[in-house]
């Protein structure tokens, strides 16, 4: 299984669950309902809509409604979009990657001090007016480095670059 392949079973695992990851593994050559895929899956239809609205809010799904013509009840036909998986990763991708970017850009403009028990990380500012003193417990507020933790968002950041481009 490829990275991209990975990185998009991981997101549908997690937005639309073990059941969202069936539905994308069957693979259906054509439309259905929702109901026939619960039929075809054996999965209860009200966990298979869950599932097929979360693919659809990450772009992965899209439906068609159509009323049938003997019960007069709206009825969903559902395509999974397989050509849409690379948009969905990259943008995804992108998200996480602007988040870190903006935690390095924080982390590099404020330095930090931390109690020595954990209680609190306050800014270099707060930590000065409070002496150096923990609010809470009354330990001492010691110099946070981040250099390492930096790096190591760095280091992620320019692993989903590495994903992206070969995307
Ligand atoms: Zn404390």
């Given at each position: 299984m490829s990275r991209a392949e990975e990185l998009i079973r991981e997101l549908i695992d997690r937005v639309a669950g073990e059941v969202g990851l069936i539905i994308w593994d069957m693979r259906p050559r054509e439309e259905l309902t929702d109901e026939e895929m619960s039929i075809i899956l054996g999965i209860e239809i009200n966990e298979v809509r869950r599932a097929l609205f979360a693919l659809y809010e990450l772009g992965l799904a899209e439906y068609r409604r159509k009323r049938d013509e003997d019960t007069g009840w709206i009825e969903y036909y559902w395509r999974i979009k397989y050509d849409k998986q690379k948009d969905v990763l990259?943008?995804?991708?992108?998200?996480?990657?602007?988040?870190?970017?903006?935690?390095?850009?924080?982390?590099?403009?404020?330095?930090?001090?931390?109690?020595?028990?954990?209680?609190?990380?306050?800014?270099?500012?707060?930590?000065?007016?409070?002496?150096?003193?923990?609010?809470?417990?009354?330990?001492?507020?010691?110099?946070?480095?981040?250099?390492?933790?930096?790096?190591?968002?760095?280091?992620?950041?320019?692993?989903?670059?590495?994903?992206?481009?070969?995307?």
């Amino acid at each position: 299984m490829s990275r991209a392949e990975e990185l998009i079973r991981e997101l549908i695992d997690r937005v639309a669950g073990e059941v969202g990851l069936i539905i994308w593994d069957m693979r259906p050559r054509e439309e259905l309902t929702d109901e026939e895929m619960s039929i075809i899956l054996g999965i209860e239809i009200n966990e298979v809509r869950r599932a097929l609205f979360a693919l659809y809010e990450l772009g992965l799904a899209e439906y068609r409604r159509k009323r049938d013509e003997d019960t007069g009840w709206i009825e969903y036909y559902w395509r999974i979009k397989y050509d849409k998986q690379k948009d969905v990763l990259r943008r995804e991708l992108e998200k996480v990657k602007r988040k870190l970017e903006e935690k390095v850009q924080y982390e590099s403009e404020n330095i930090h001090y931390m109690c020595e028990n954990g209680c609190v990380k306050v800014r270099y500012e707060e930590a000065m007016e409070l002496n150096f003193t923990c609010p809470r417990c009354g330990g001492r507020l010691e110099y946070l480095d981040v250099t390492e933790a930096l790096d190591k968002i760095r280091e992620e950041i320019k692993k989903i670059d590495e994903i992206i481009a070969e995307l």
